[in-house]
């Protein structure tokens, strides 16, 4: 970045062969943390306007990390309309048979369901992610019109809004970051529902028909307390964000306040339910 470029991205230079480095666990494996940072080998990848003499500036790179000689060679991008190649990635999704998740460039393909508009952004929730379908199909289960329902962790507020066109009779989301609760507002308009954000600090005194939290087995293990105790009594909890090898660490962080079971699993995480007396 240093000598000019726009962008630089750096991976492993063994990827896909016996000797690749992973850095992160993956469901269908164990979660370990590397003994040392990134790779042996690593490619890295600038991208340089095409007026650019680049490989003065490959050669000044070098000389700043004192690397006296590099391979590297040189290919051109061309250009395209990147909007469109990127809409082309997000299709429509498929909950169940009463509920979608439809780019907004995109046509129903079931106008009679229920189609939730819904665009990528900064936010986490498009529905294409394991733990978010997880919790979508749980809400159209269990919203049959009139409930009172918290999304906290919202993102997007990709579950709070489906939980209102479902019909539930109100939907709170919650979340840490300002510009999440700004987009869960600007989702729930284009959808034309009514949905109501609030940040993490506020007190949270009340208590909900359907709670639900699609995050991560750590904070949710932090927060058992405090989301065991906004379900009101007979009202229900799903939480997501797990792994199948976490389920029984996130079981136990709830049982002295709810109990809890695997509801259902898809692509190596689970989604826990229980019910409040």
Not at 49 to 57: G, K, L, M, Y
Not at 123 to 136: D, E, I, M
Not at 212 to 232: E, H, Q, Y
Not at 237 to 248: C, P
């Amino acid at each position: 970045m240093g000598v000019g470029a726009i962008s630089v991205s750096v991976e492993d230079a063994l990827a896909g062969t016996a000797f690749e480095t992973p850095q992160f666990g993956e469901p269908d494996g164990l979660i370990t943390a590397p003994a040392t940072p990134l790779w042996q080998q690593s490619r890295v990848i600038a991208l340089f306007e095409p007026a650019v003499d680049i490989q003065q500036r490959i050669a000044r790179a070098m000389l700043e990390v004192g690397i006296t000689d590099m391979p590297f060679h040189v290919q051109e991008i061309e250009e395209q309309d990147w909007v469109r190649l990127t809409q082309s990635q997000f299709e429509p999704i498929h909950i169940t048979d009463r509920l979608w998740i439809v780019p907004s460039w995109h046509t129903a393909p079931n106008p009679d369901a229920i189609n939730l508009v819904l665009d990528p952004g900064l936010a986490f929730g498009t529905g294409s992610h394991p733990t978010t379908y997880l919790c979508l199909q749980w809400l159209t289960e269990q919203v049959r019109g009139g409930e009172s329902v918290l999304d906290y962790g919202c993102g997007s507020g990709i579950l709070a809004i489906a939980a209102a066109k479902l019909g539930a009779r109100s939907a709170l989301g919650i979340d840490i970051d300002k510009n999440a609760l700004q987009s869960a507002q600007n989702n729930a308009a284009a959808n034309h529902v009514t949905l109501n954000v609030s940040h993490s600090r506020e007190p949270l005194a009340q208590q909900f028909d359907l709670v639900v939290a699609n995050i991560l087995t750590n904070p949710l293990c932090v927060l058992a307390p405090l989301l065991a105790g906004c379900v009101a009594s007979g009202g229900q909890i799903a939480l997501s964000g797990v792994l199948a090898i976490q389920a029984e660490q996130v079981i136990a962080a709830y049982a002295p306040f709810i109990q809890l079971t695997i509801g259902a699993t898809h692509d190596g995480w689970v989604r826990l339910e229980g019910r409040a007396c």
